[in-house]
């Protein structure tokens, strides 16, 4: 335990200097600080376990004086304060004799404890604090606690105010999502970020085409589906009706022509087969000449339907991306009518720098942000790593399979990939969800103490399965913010003394 010049105690000191300066005694405010600085200074403990989180205050601890101790208490399975239960402080002295045992039923306000144990012999104590709420059950160690037999042995406030970021217990309890977590050491896959491109996956895409030139149906298209609509394979888009005269019309007619004769033939051929008029090889001529037939029809989209109209279907499921028909309007052979897209598995291109292509790892898993969106998603399985750098852009092509059941990635999107590598990185590891971008720079902010946190500028190296391995910037077994980061943040920005909401 050190001693040190609290902030509260450095507000305390400001209010009195701005109250007296108002009635002109600015030498009294002046005496009042100098008071406040030659005071004992009182001591800060910050620990977690695994459950909770202590962070305590108290002043100089002194034979005979009752000594008030500010005991706050987090339960780090959801961050919330105790809210009940009771706390039992066992003060042991090191050279024998009689535990001071202070207990508190319940905490005077949500999180806070507190006690006054008033001591009767100086010397060095080591305290446990029994907690026992229906939110948690640990004991805390506290070792090496002075107590001075005397005001005058006690040592001084230093007078100077603490540095960092000031968020208080209060804040911090009353702030969604707060969190925070230790910075470990570990190991994770070696990592670099290329940039990328959203495309539709093989056999999942379809630009839909008019087979002949005609006129679009008007009775059709009131039942033709709109963008963002599902379709089945083979369902009917829209129907034209063929223009007369037209090459395509003409070829169409034909190949319809050649159908029926394919289609009566291959039928002659299987009455006179069974009666053994034919041998079967006329029977299989027959055969390859009407699935000929039926192929050059099938590329008009499958036939006629009723009317002479020639029917447009899908040639694959999905969701209707794009539709170009207009009721009665003439179009050309060839004519783009509507884009058809399965979005339940994408590709993801990703062009890798010809400098990296000999590290890449063929193992899934690569993650990656698409632009305007800080989400994370992840890559199943590697397609294909390209085997020609491409002379200009000087980069590999990197193709990677990606579920989107969700339908969120969308086709085209820019996507930032941390592509992995065969090798492996170790070193300080922490959430991703503790790095924040400022300014193209990349910070984390540290809880130095429970109400204390610094900024810190990180250099950052692989990035694998939500976590980020830290370079330089923080040590392992500190505490780093990983949710609600951004209202400390706000809090670093604030020049205004924090408003306290316990006694001290």
């Keep these: 335990m050190t001693g040190r010049f609290s902030l509260r105690a450095l507000a305390a000191i400001s209010l009195t200097a701005l109250g007296t300066a108002a009635c002109g005694e600015s030498k009294n405010a002046a005496d009042a600080a100098a008071s406040a600085i030659d005071e004992p200074a009182g001591g800060a403990i910050t620990q977690w376990t695994d459950s909770t989180e202590l962070f305590m205050e108290h002043p100089a601890l002194i034979v005979g004086a009752p000594d008030k101790f500010a005991v706050h208490l987090t339960d780090l399975t959801d961050f919330a304060p105790l809210r009940s239960g009771r706390i039992t402080l066992t003060f042991t002295p090191r050279g024998g004799g009689s535990p001071v045992v202070v207990v508190q039923d319940a905490p005077r306000s949500p999180g806070i404890y507190g006690p006054s144990p008033t001591f009767t012999a100086a010397g060095v104590y080591d305290l446990i604090i029994r907690v026992e709420s229906p939110q948690a059950r640990d004991n805390l160690y506290v070792p090496g606690l002075t107590v001075y037999a005397n005001a005058a042995a006690a040592p001084r406030d230093s007078g100077g105010a603490e540095s960092g970021i000031s968020f208080l217990k209060e804040q911090a309890w009353k702030t969604p999502g707060f969190r925070s977590a230790f910075a470990t050491d570990g190991e994770l896959a070696g990592t670099f970020e290329a940039p990328g491109v959203i495309e539709p996956a093989a056999g999942r895409f379809a630009q839909v085409s008019a087979p002949i030139a005609g006129l679009v149906d008007a009775s059709g298209v009131a039942n033709t589906p709109s963008p963002g609509m599902l379709v089945s394979r083979g369902q009917t888009l829209a129907l034209l009706t063929p223009s007369l005269g037209d090459a395509g019309s003409a070829a169409y007619a034909e190949a319809r022509a050649r159908l029926a004769e394919a ?169 991703a969800s503790a790095v924040l971008d400022e300014d193209g720079r990349p910070i984390a902010y540290v809880q130095v103490e429970g109400e204390t946190f610094e900024k810190r500028v990180l250099t950052l190296g692989a990035r694998d399965g939500g976590r980020v391995l830290v370079r330089d910037g923080i040590r392992a077994g500190e505490r780093v913010v990983t949710g609600a980061a951004y209202q400390v943040r706000l809090a670093s920005l604030s020049t205004a003394v924090p408003a306290h909401g316990h006694e001290h």
């Design 263 to 431: 289609e009566d033939e291959h039928a002659r051929a299987l009455r006179l087969y069974a009666v053994e008029a034919v041998p079967q090889r006329r029977v299989h001529e027959a055969e390859i000449r009407l699935a000929a037939a039926r192929e050059a029809l099938a590329g008009y989209s499958g036939g006629e339907l009723t009317g002479g109209r020639v029917a447009v279907r899908a040639p694959v499921a999905g969701v209707i991306a794009d539709r170009r028909v207009t009721p009665g309007s003439r179009i050309e052979a060839g004519t783009l009518l509507f884009t058809v897209v399965d979005p339940s598995v994408v590709w993801l291109r990703v062009n890798v720098p010809a400098a990296q292509a000999a590290t890449v790892s063929r193992t899934s898993g690569m993650e990656f942000r698409v632009e305007g969106s800080d989400r994370v998603y992840t890559a199943r399985r590697v397609i294909s790593l390209g085997s020609v750098i491409d002379s200009v852009s000087r980069s590999v092509p990197l193709l990677l399979e990606v579920a989107n059941s969700d339908g969120t990635l969308k086709i085209g999107a820019g996507a930032r990939v941390a592509v992995r590598t065969g090798q492996r990185e170790s070193g300080v590891t922490v959430p």
